[in-house]
């Protein structure tokens, strides 16, 4: 069993900065990419910010510039800070993980979502 558990979402006003995390836990061998996706209303799921094992990180072209993705291997922990955020940044943010479980199984998996409004 591989469970990831985001947090840090909520109510920010345009310009404001929030940071969400995602913690992985269960049965893992190793941590391969990590990313954030998020998804508005009536909208596809779309990918916001990725990051190797290695560090090297790629974002979409709406967010350079204002959102950093990191990752913190000791804690399995992936996070997105997310600074001067616009009305348009509204959405449910999802990290996801590419993983190998202590079994060898080779998989994505996906956190529960977490609530991003930016709003006056």
């Known amino acids: 069993q591989v469970q990831l558990v985001e947090s840090g979402g909520g109510l920010v006003q345009p310009g404001g900065s929030l940071r969400l995390s995602c913690a992985a836990s269960?049965?893992?061998?190793?941590?391969?990419?990590m990313s954030w996706y998020r998804q508005a209303p009536g909208k596809q799921r779309e990918l916001v910010a990725a990051?190797?094992?290695?560090?090297?990180?790629d974002y979409a072209d709406s967010v350079k510039g204002r959102f950093t993705i990191s990752r913190d291997d000791a804690k399995n922990t992936v996070y997105l800070q997310m600074n001067t955020l616009k009305p348009e940044d509204t959405a449910v943010y999802y990290c996801?993980?590419?993983?190998?479980?202590?079994?060898?199984?080779?998989?994505?998996?996906w956190g529960q979502g977490t609530q991003v409004t930016v709003s006056s």
């Open positions: 996801n993980v590419n993983l190998i479980t202590l079994t060898q199984r080779l998989g994505n998996y």
């Open positions: 269960g049965i893992i061998f190793r941590i391969n990419a």
């Open positions: 990051i190797t094992t290695s560090g090297n990180t």
